[in-house]
């Protein structure tokens, strides 16, 4: 069950950077219209320098991050900053319905909110709350897919594995 959190007023933008069983997690936090939300969260390798939460959000963020590492079933419970375009929401919303310990398609996505898999899998590379909005769920027809970014395949490759093998979905 998630828990509530009291912020205060004034605490600006923050990024830190706490551990994860896979490595890292960079945490961005600001304020926006006057309410403080988590912006982004970033998958790091385990060479990345820790640094400590600033704000009662980004410990909270660090707090349910944890939680979700002791079981996967954790719902997350947290503001979050409205980003992306209608399509980039369209999948990260049908993303959410995905179960722990369960996978879809890019193609299965894309056939739910008529798109095409190519468009759904460039929406999960620009998702800002990784964990959150379980993109690691979405997997290719022909295997696990889904690289997410360029500059560091490997790592979130590892990543992903880790997560679907976390939630058994392996």
């Given amino acids: ?15 830190c950077v706490v551990a994860a ?15 403080l939300m988590l912006s982004k969260i970033d998958y790091l390798p385990r060479d990345a320098k820790l640094s400590s939460p600033k704000n009662a959000l ?6 349910q991050c944890t939680a979700y590492f002791k079981d996967p079933n954790w719902i997350f419970d947290l503001p979050i900053k409205p980003s992306g375009t209608e399509h980039q929401k369209k999948v990260w919303d049908s993303i959410q319905e995905i179960p722990a310990g369960k996978t879809k ?5 894309a056939k739910k909110i008529k798109s095409g898999a190519r468009a759904v899998g460039t929406a ?14 979405v997997v290719s027809a022909q295997g696990i897919g889904g690289f997410m970014k360029e ?4 790592l979130y490759r590892q990543i992903k594995l880790w997560l679907l093998k976390h939630e058994g979905a392996l």
């Fill in 1 to 15: 069950m998630a828990r509530s959190n009291t912020l205060k007023h004034g605490e600006g933008v923050s990024y």
């Fill in 21 to 35: 069983p896979f490595g890292r997690l960079g945490i961005l936090t600001e304020l926006v219209d006057g309410s």
């Fill in 151 to 154: 500059n560091s395949p490997g």
């Fill in 105 to 109: 398609t890019y193609g299965e996505v």
């Fill in 124 to 137: 999960c590379g620009a998702n800002p709350y990784p964990l959150i909005t379980p993109c690691h769920r």
């Fill in 58 to 63: 980004a410990k909270e963020v660090a707090l």
